[in-house]
């Protein structure tokens, strides 16, 4: 069993930049990818990044691509979110998970396990 936890969730200001960290434990052979989500209050959840664990591979939402950038750090089962150029529409509740089934196209998918987010204030 995957057990996911993120941090670095922050009020900031427009055009101001956060990183997001989610940390991994537990069983983590299964996963072959990691995503970022984010959910504000009344809208959908909306795929933000993904990332192959055993690549460079990396796939960004429209919505971020060019202010965002996911990474990882495989020894210490960490994947990141740098969030930088933010804008108030980037407020959220951001989460990780980890998912078995990565593509450039749509991400990371086939998820196995989630974290319990981190909340991204953004005012203007």
């Known amino acids: 069993q995957v057990r996911l936890v993120e941090s670095g969730g922050g009020s900031v200001q427009a055009g101001g930049s956060l990183r997001l960290s989610c940390a991994a434990s537990?069983?983590?052979?299964?996963?072959?990818?990691m995503g970022w989500f984010r959910q504000a209050p009344g809208k959908e959840r909306e795929g933000v990044a993904g990332i192959h664990t055993g690549g460079a591979s990396s796939y960004y939402a429209d919505s971020v691509k060019g202010r965002f950038t996911i990474s990882r750090d495989n020894a210490k089962k960490t994947v990141y979110l740098q969030m930088s150029s933010l804008k108030p529409e980037d407020t959220a509740m951001y989460y990780c998970?980890?998912?078995?089934?990565?593509?450039?196209?749509?991400?990371?998918?086939?998820?196995?396990?989630w974290g319990q987010g981190t909340q991204v204030t953004v005012s203007s």
């Open positions: 998970a980890a998912g078995s089934v990565y593509s450039d196209r749509r991400g990371c998918s086939g998820y196995n396990a």
């Open positions: 537990g069983y983590t052979a299964s996963s072959n990818c």
